[in-house]
C-alpha cells in the first residue's frame, strides 16, 4: 500500500497550510515558562524565510545543512527550510564534543551549520571558518550570519523535488566506532508520519508533547510528523523536567504524549499528587524496557493507556506497536504497523518458529519505509539491507498470533535513556589514555535509565591509572551520555583462545552480582 505517492515535505506542508491555516501547528514551552505558538500559516512563513535565506547563500538541492540546536521553533523551522530547497538536513546531537561535530559535519560535506549562541564556541573549535556558512540563532557574532536578519528574506525558489530525493542524514550510534549516517528520503520521512499518526491512533483535535530531543527519529516521527501529517498540533518542551512535567501537560492541554523509559520512572518517583490525574491525556506512547509493574502503576496512578512499540532510525521509526484497539498481550512489542512486514530468521537465514528465538528483521523498499542505506559506507549498507529486507541486529520471537517480543540485542550497543551508546566507540576512546593497555566496555542494568555504561580497564605496565582520570578522559572527547559512569580497574580481562576479549563473561559476572 503506498499512502505517499511521489510527494515532497514541501508538498505536505503546503497541504496542510491550505487546510489548517489559522490552526495552531507549534506550541513550544521554553525552560523559563514561555509558550510560544505559531498557526500553520506562521509556521508555513517562518519556513519560506529560512529556505529563502539559505538559498542567498548558496544552499540549494542536495546540499547538506547541519543544525546543533536542542528543542526550540528554530530547529523545526530549519528542518523544513532545508526540505524546501530539496537541501539534506543533518541534526546534531547537542551533547556532541568538538570532535564528535566534526565528524558530523566533515562525514556530511556539510556546507553549512546552524547553531545557538551556547555552542557556538563548540562550532568554532570543530569547524574552522572557511568550512561552511556559520548561522547563529539567538544571538550576533563577527564572522557569522544573524539568523533573524537571514531569515527576513522572502520569495524562495521552489526546485522540483520528488519523494526518492534525499530529505535528512540521520547518524545513529550502532557497533562500529564513528556513527553512521542514515539516509532518509522525503518519501521515509512522508510514510512515517503517516504511519505514526495511524498508529498511535490520532486526529486533528489531538495535541501531541514530547520532550524528546527533536535531533533524534522519534520525536521527529512519533510527535512532529504524525501530528503535521494528521493536521493536528505539536506541543514541544525545551527540556525535560519530571517535577513540572504534568503541570505543562495541564497548561498546553496536551492528549497524546510520548515518553521514553527514563523519563516514565522520573515520573513514578514524584511524589503522589492529587492532580496526578487532572490532564486531557488519552494515550501515551513509549518503547520498550519498561516491566509490567511500573506499566501498570503509571496506568493506574495517572490515568492514561499505555502504548509501547519497538522501532529504529533505519526504518524510520515504529516497526511494530500495541494495538490502539484489541488485545495487547503484555509484554509483546505489538504487531507489524501499517506497510510493515517482520520476520525472525534463525542464522541461517530461514524463518524461527513461533517463539524461538532470531534475529528481527523487517522487509520493505529502501528510500521509503526503509532507510535508503547508510551515507558513504556501502559495507554497512551492504551489511544490514538485504534484498528488500532491513536486518535490525536485534533479537526477538514471534507468538502463534504474529505479535512480535523483544529478547535481546544481537549489536555491541549500550541503551542509555533513550540514547544508543556504541561500547566500540568508547572503547576506542579510553584505549587513546596514555595509562589504558585495555579496555572493554558493556551495559548494565540501571533503574533509571534502562543502562549504565561500564568500563573495564587494564593499565598499562608501571602506570598509575585512577577511575577518575578513566571518566575526565572520556568526557573530554565524547558526549555526557557516551561516558562511563562505572569504572573497574583490573589486572587482565577475560580472552578466548584467540586473545579476543570475552565480554560475554564480564556480562555474566555483572548479572551475577546484580542477584547477590
Not at 526550540?72 to 523551522?77: A, H, M, R, V
Request: glycine share 8%; net charge negative; with cysteine.
Amino acid at each position: 500500500m503506498d499512502i505517499v505517492g511521489h510527494r515532497s515535505l514541501r508538498d505536505l506542508l503546503l497541504e496542510r497550510e491550505a487546510r489548517c491555516a489559522d490552526k495552531t501547528f507549534l506550541t513550544f514551552v521554553a525552560a523559563d515558562g514561555t509558550h510560544i505558538s505559531l498557526s500553520y500559516a506562521e509556521f508555513g512563513a517562518g519556513v519560506r524565510g529560512v529556505a529563502a535565506g539559505l538559498a542567498r547563500l548558496g544552499v540549494g538541492k542536495g546540499d547538506k545543512v547541519v543544525v546543533h540546536l536542542g528543542n526550540c521553533p528554530e530547529f523545526l523551522l530549519c528542518w523544513f527550510g532545508v526540505a524546501w530547497l530539496g537541501a539534506v538536513l543533518v541534526p546534531s546531537n547537542t551533547a556532541n564534543t568538538e570532535r564528535e561535530l566534526r565528524h558530523v559535519a566533515e562525514h556530511a560535506e556539510a556546507v553549512a551549520v546552524v547553531t545557538a549562541a551556547g555552542y557556538r564556541e563548540l562550532v568554532e573549535r570543530a569547524l574552522p571558518p572557511e568550512a561552511c556558512h556559520r548561522i547563529l540563532v539567538g544571538g550576533q557574532h563577527p564572522g557569522w550570519v544573524d539568523f533573524a536578519e537571514l531569515t527576513t528574506a522572502t520569495d524562495p525558489p521552489m526546485p522540483p523535488l520528488a519523494s526518492a530525493d534525499l530529505a535528512e542524514l540521520l547518524f545513529t550510534s550502532g557497533t562500529t566506532a564513528a556513527p553512521k549516517a542514515t539516509m532518509l528520503t522525503h518519501a521515509n520521512c512522508l510514510f512515517a508520519g503517516e504511519r505514526e499518526w495511524r498508529t498511535i491512533g490520532i486526529d486533528s483535535s489531538d495535541r501531541s508533547l514530547t520532550a524528546l530531543p527533536v535531533f533524534h527519529v522519534n520525536a521527529q516521527t512519533v510527535t512532529i510528523l504524525s501530528a503535521l501529517t494528521a493536521g493536528a498540533t505539536v506541543v514541544l518542551l525545551e527540556e525535560y523536567s519530571a517535577s513540572r512535567f504534568w503541570e505543562q501537560v495541564r497548561d498546553t492541554g496536551a492528549t497524546v504524549l510520548a515518553l521514553v523509559a527514563m523519563q516514565l520512572r522520573t515520573l513514578l518517583a514524584q511524589p503522589p499528587a492529587p492532580t496526578d490525574r487532572e490532564h486531557g491525556v488519552r494515550r501515551v506512547m513509549y518503547a520498550l524496557n519498561v516491566p509490567e509493574r511500573e506499566k501498570t502503576e503509571f496506568e493506574r496512578r495517572f490515568g492514561v493507556e499505555l502504548i509501547n512499540g519497538y522501532g529504529l532510525s533505519e526504518a524510520m521509526t515504529i516497526v511494530t506497536a500495541a494495538p490502539v484497539h484489541g488485545e495487547k498481550r503484555w509484554p509483546s512489542i505489538g504487531l507489524p504497523a501499517i506497510d510493515r512486514r517482520v520476520r525472525v530468521v534463525l542464522p541461517d537465514g530461514t524463518d524461527a518458529a513461533p517463539g524461538e528465538v532470531g534475529e528481527i528483521v523487517v522487509g520493505g523498499e529502501p528510500g521509503r519505509n526503509l532507510m535508503l542505506g547508510y551515507y558513504r559506507d556501502p559495507a554497512a549498507t551492504e551489511a544490514v539491507l538485504r534484498e528488500g529486507w532491513l536486518y535490525t541486529g536485534d533479537n526477538g520471537y514471534l507468538d502463534e498470533h504474529g505479535y512480535l517480543y523483544f529478547f535481546d540485542r544481537r549489536k555491541d550497543v549500550i541503551k542509555v535513556a533513550g540514547e544508543n551508546v556504541s561500547a566500540t566507540e568508547v572503547e576506542q576512546v579510553l584505549c587513546t589514555h596514555p595509562a589504558v593497555a585495555e579496555a572493554a566496555v558493556i551495559g548494565v542494568p540501571d533503574s533509571v535509565r534502562d543502562e549504565a555504561v561500564k568500563a573495564f580497564v587494564v593499565p598499562k605496565p608501571d602506570c598509575r591509572l585512577t577511575e577518575e582520570s578513566v571518566v575526565e578522559h572520556c568526557a573530554e572527547r565524547l558526549a555526557r551520555f557516551k561516558v562511563p559512569t562505572l569504572v573497574e580497574i583490573r589486572e587482565n580481562l577475560p580472552k578466548t583462545s584467540i586473545g579476543k576479549i570475552e565480554k560475554k563473561l564480564l556480562r555474566a559476572e555483572q548479572a551475577a552480582e546484580a542477584v547477590r
